[in-house]
């Protein structure tokens, strides 16, 4: 009786120390893993390859806004075409994307500042912008979709083009 308390006692003991080792070799696991996640993710940001261009204050802040303004566009324009109202979803983008998008005052002379191939990027944005704009224009009486995807397709493909290439600053001198 008393033996047999006894093992049951140990055998708790041992238990209770294997779940205790097994739980802190997975923590020690885990903790390496998260250190190393750590170590990539400094690695990382400290190679930032892409192309500094430098803008006049003004037109670096009028810059950014737009590009808001753009990433608003896309939003309602997806909600307009879950709605179906394709007239609105075209308007906005005429509006927030395409050549009559106004960049502000001083946005307007970004594009003196800008790299021959990235002011090339702003066009080809505009363009598949007002593409995109026709073609959302022609679903009512087509009653094809498929247009509309690809010419948004070729818009987002721009943005994504031109924020892998460069990055922004204000000019401080
Ligand atoms: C011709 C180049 C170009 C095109 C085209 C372009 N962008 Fe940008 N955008 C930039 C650059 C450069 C930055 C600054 C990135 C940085 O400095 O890290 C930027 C920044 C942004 C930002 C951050 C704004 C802020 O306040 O910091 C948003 C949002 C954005 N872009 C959305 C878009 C969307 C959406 C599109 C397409 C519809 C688009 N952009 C098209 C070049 C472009």
New binding site residues.
Partial sequence: MLIQQEFRLNMRKITAFLSLSLFSTFAIGEMDHHAMMMKHHAHETSKDERQL?EFPAPAYHAT?KS??D??R??SQIQGFLAEENYEAAADAAEKG?GQGHQHGEHGNHAARF?PAE?RQ??AT?HNAANDLSLSLRNVPISNDLKPVFTQLHR??N??VA??DQ????PLTH
Wanted: proline fraction near 0%; charged fraction near 10%.
């Fill in positions: 261009v950014l590009m808001r753009h990433l566009a896309i994307l800008m990235m990027l702003g944005m818009v987002t721009a943005c031109c924020h460069y990055r922004l600053a």
